[in-house]
């Protein structure tokens, strides 16, 4: 018994579930952590190896990555134990069963996650009632293709550069992982004046002190290629762009790729985080002591789940560009005010801040 609730605390979870249909070799979990905002939305993560404990913390942080964004949402996730590169028509049918088994937990909206894509959205939306991160023809917002979360890293960055005295026009980015958040991000900053000097991807880092073409470069990995096939600039190493001299630095790739051993490597002034934990929070601390401002990621890359959260209100594109516009400014303000008042951790602030939204919805609850 005790075992069932070992995450408990004054949070969550409300409830995690427990799917599992033999014949199909369908075992999944849904962790529905708290809703005292709104119905909690989060990713389905198709992957063979994620524990019910990981799955819990995937679902907190996004309790306070929608409360930190204001949403009207709390936080959930589920976990389909799967290859997520199984043949598509078994895939197709344990995501129409792992929908139906979740179809009367209202209180817990799914969206895509790794392994599973707007498609699987469509089928998850056919069979439960709900999802987002649907397909455009069905009312969805293409996110990634429209570059939500870069053009709110942008806008991230245009308040974030007040504080340490850097102009945007001129300012030098480097961007790790020119994926959907990274590249977009880029476009966005250079609409703003700033001048890519290097990007990176798994073959390589692209350097070129004098500025790179972002929309070459988006082209270049539209056709398949890698940054390196470029026909100017440096090529180096896909790690050499944590030496590179620049503003602001953008990891958009991959989970605590600045640690303790390398964040002295870095020379920038900002890093807004576009990927989701990029730095262990050693590095963070480390970063702070040198006077590198970092703004943490459920602040700075909230921009694709606040475009889900008006997608699932049948709101258009333009107004989810605002909403993302007006909240990511508005927090990223929030957060270093109250960082540089506390002199406190940004990521201890925008936590406070996210803890805070929730208790106080969690008072006009009748349990809570
Ligand atoms: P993506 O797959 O579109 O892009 C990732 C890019 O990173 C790819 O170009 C890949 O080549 C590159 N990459 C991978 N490992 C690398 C490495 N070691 N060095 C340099 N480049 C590397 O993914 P994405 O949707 O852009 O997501 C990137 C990160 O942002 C992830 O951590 C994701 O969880 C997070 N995130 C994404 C969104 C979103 O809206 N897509 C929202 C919030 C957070």
């Known amino acids: 018994m005790e075992d069932?609730?070992?995450?408990?605390?004054?949070f969550g979870p409300?409830?995690?579930?427990?799917?599992?249909?033999?014949?199909?070799?369908?075992?999944?979990?849904?962790?529905?952590?708290?809703?005292?905002?709104?119905?909690?939305i989060g990713g389905i993560r198709v992957a063979p190896d994620v524990s019910i404990e990981e799955c819990f913390r995937l679902a907190r942080a996004m309790?306070?990555?929608?409360?930190?964004?204001?949403?009207?949402?709390?936080?959930?996730?589920?976990?389909?134990?799967?290859?997520?590169?199984?043949?598509?028509?078994?895939?197709?049918?344990?995501?129409?069963?792992?929908?139906?088994?979740?179809?009367d937990t209202s209180d817990y909206i799914p969206g895509p996650d790794m392994g599973t894509d707007e498609r699987c959205m469509a089928w998850v939306k056919e069979e439960a009632g709900r999802a987002v991160g649907l397909p455009r023809v069905i009312g969805g917002i293409p996110l990634d293709e429209i570059g939500a979360t870069g053009f709110g890293l942008a806008a991230c960055v245009d308040v974030a550069r007040e504080f340490i005295g850097l102009d945007l026009q001129g300012a030098r980015v480097a961007v790790q992982g020119f994926g959907a958040v990274g590249k977009h991000a880029a476009r966005f900053l250079a609409a703003k004046g700033a001048v890519l000097v290097a990007a990176s991807d798994t073959r390589g880092t692209l350097a070129d002190a004098s500025g790179l073409d972002v929309e070459r470069l988006i082209a270049l990995k539209q056709a398949g290629q890698s940054l390196r096939d470029h026909d100017k600039g440096a090529k180096l190493s896909t790690d050499a762009i944590l030496d590179i001299d620049c503003d602001i630095w953008i990891p958009?790739?991959?989970?605590?790729?600045?640690?303790?051993?390398?964040?002295?490597r870095l020379r920038t002034r900002l890093m807004p985080q576009g990927a989701n934990i990029p730095c262990t929070l050693e590095a963070e601390r480390a970063l702070n002591a040198r006077g590198v401002l970092v703004v943490p990621d459920f602040i700075a890359n909230a921009g694709g789940v606040?475009?889900?959260?008006?997608e699932y209100r049948g709101g258009t594109q333009r107004a989810a560009f605002d909403y993302i516009?007006?909240?990511v400014r508005a927090n990223t303000r929030a957060v270093l005010q109250?960082?540089?008042?506390?002199?406190?951790?940004?990521?201890?602030?925008?936590?406070g801040l996210a803890k805070r939204r929730v208790l106080s919805a969690m008072q006009l609850r009748r349990w809570h």
């Not at 109250?338 to 936590?351: F, I, Y």
């Open 63 to 103: 309790t306070w990555k929608n409360a930190a964004a204001g949403l009207p949402h709390g936080g959930g996730k589920s976990v389909i134990f799967a290859d997520p590169r199984m043949a598509a028509a078994a895939k197709e049918e344990l995501i129409r069963e792992f929908a139906n088994a979740i179809r």
């Open 338 to 351: 109250e960082s540089r008042r506390d002199n406190a951790l940004p990521r201890a602030a925008a936590l």
């Open 325 to 327: 516009d007006e909240k």
């Open 4 to 10: 069932a609730f070992r995450f408990a605390d004054e």
């Open 306 to 310: 606040i475009c889900a959260a008006m």
């Open 252 to 264: 958009a790739a991959r989970p605590d790729v600045v640690r303790a051993d390398n964040v002295s």
């Open 14 to 40: 409300i409830r995690i579930i427990h799917i599992y249909r033999p014949s199909l070799a369908l075992k999944a979990i849904v962790v529905v952590d708290n809703i005292a905002c709104g119905a909690a």
